[in-house]
């Protein structure tokens, strides 16, 4: 069964940090563009960062500087941690596995207060 699942979500004051987890199950995670988007109240998805199969990241232009994508390959996990956190960050954050038309997680609530 394919299957991607977020942990890590949380309240978190402003300058916090938080890590988010994904745990991949069914595809060859090695071989999958894994990515984070996030979704916040009234907006449209957005992608937050991605980690290519080679190993590459990418990230959106708000979060650049204070998100770090990583993956454990051996545990088919992707990580997104999260630093000096706005309010702006809060969203729900979704998974992603081999793009928009991919696999998806259930996703997990970021709420950063001010």
């Known amino acids: 069964q394919v299957q991607l699942v977020e942990s890590g979500g949380g309240l978190v004051q402003e300058g916090g940090s938080l890590r988010l987890s994904c745990a991949a199950s069914?595809?060859?995670?090695?071989?999958?563009?894994m990515s984070w988007y996030r979704q916040a109240p009234g907006k449209q998805r957005e992608l937050v960062a991605l980690?290519?199969?080679?190993?590459?990241?990418n990230y959106g232009d708000s979060v650049k500087g204070r998100f770090t994508i990583s993956r454990d390959i051996d545990k088919s996990t992707v990580y997104l941690q999260m630093n000096s956190l706005k309010s702006e960050d809060t969203a729900v954050y979704y998974c992603?596995?081999?793009?928009?038309?991919?696999?998806w997680g259930q996703g997990t609530l970021v709420t950063v207060s001010s």
């Open positions: 992603n596995g081999g793009g928009v038309s991919g696999v």
């Open positions: 069914g595809i060859s995670f090695r071989r999958y563009t």
């Open positions: 980690i290519s199969s080679v190993g590459s990241t």
